[in-house]
């Protein structure tokens, strides 16, 4: 199902069964009073975003939801050797194809920070099923990156560079909204986004990590997977994850 041309948005159907046009000949007067595809998913519109900041207004929200951090490896040390033209071209190439990989799950493009983005699954979008969808964006971002990576490697002569994608999955209760001093950002905290972010640190390149709750809940897509027991940074206790 590729969900990247839904004609109505998704979000405003779920919350409110409204039907609201977001291509196509229907969209346009609602483009005309500036109500068009958010650019953190193209599937949900600019009216979804002002749910955004009911949220933010509420200061913060806790929701079940699956986090995904995907960080391009490999990076830093190029980054050193590049050309600042080649620096952005492999950036925007890596977003994009994650961005595409997210949108086509229902996922939400939360940030990107510096090589890695971050991604927020059942958030505006809502599925019972995030953390499966979330894995299989996962695997999606590996695989459209390994096609787009060739065609990279050859047009900035990278041969010899890692360029894999390492990936880490968390799912669980975590606070959503608007968070931090000097520049407010509407994101999510808590410690399933902290185990995300340290999941996709273990993981070795090309790989996928996920929480003992990612694979409970997604484990028809798991099988098979093993547990391995990983001591993550700023984590008292070892905790165990399963390659997806
Ligand atoms: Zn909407």
């Known amino acids: 199902m ?22 196509g000949v229907l969209s346009v007067p609602f483009r005309a009073v500036g109500i068009r595809p958010s650019k953190m998913n193209p599937n949900t519109c600019t009216v979804c975003e002002l749910m955004f900041t009911r949220v933010m207004r509420a200061r913060k929200i806790t929701i079940d ?20 033209d080649a620096i952005s071209g492999l950036l925007d190439a890596f977003y994009d ?91 999510a905290i808590g410690t399933v986004v902290n185990t995300a972010s340290r999941a996709q640190s273990a993981a070795g390149s090309d790989q996928i990590l996920v929480t003992q709750d990612v694979y409970q809940r997604a484990q028809s897509d798991l099988a098979g997977s093993q547990a391995k027991t990983y ?9 165990e994850l399963y390659a997806a």
């Open 97 to 187: 194809e994650c961005a595409g990989a997210i949108w086509q799950y229902d996922g939400l493009l939360n940030k990107t920070i510096g090589d890695a983005v971050m991604a927020v699954f059942n958030f505006p979008i809502q599925s019972e099923d995030h953390a499966k969808h979330a894995v299989r964006a996962a695997r999606e971002i590996l695989k459209r990156w390994r096609i787009e990576r060739e065609t990279l490697v050859e047009r900035f002569g990278l041969a010899g560079s890692d360029l894999g994608v390492g990936i880490g999955v968390s799912s669980g209760e975590l606070s959503f909204g608007e968070f931090g001093r000097s520049h407010r950002d509407l994101t």
């Open 2 to 23: 590729t969900l990247q041309q839904a004609r109505i948005c998704i979000g405003c159907w779920q919350q409110m069964h409204l039907p609201v046009p977001l291509r």
């Open 231 to 239: 001591q993550l940074k700023g984590f008292q206790e070892p905790i």
């Open 65 to 84: 939801a699956t986090i995904l951090f995907a960080d391009l490896r490999g990076y830093t040390t190029l980054s050193q050797s590049l050309s600042a």
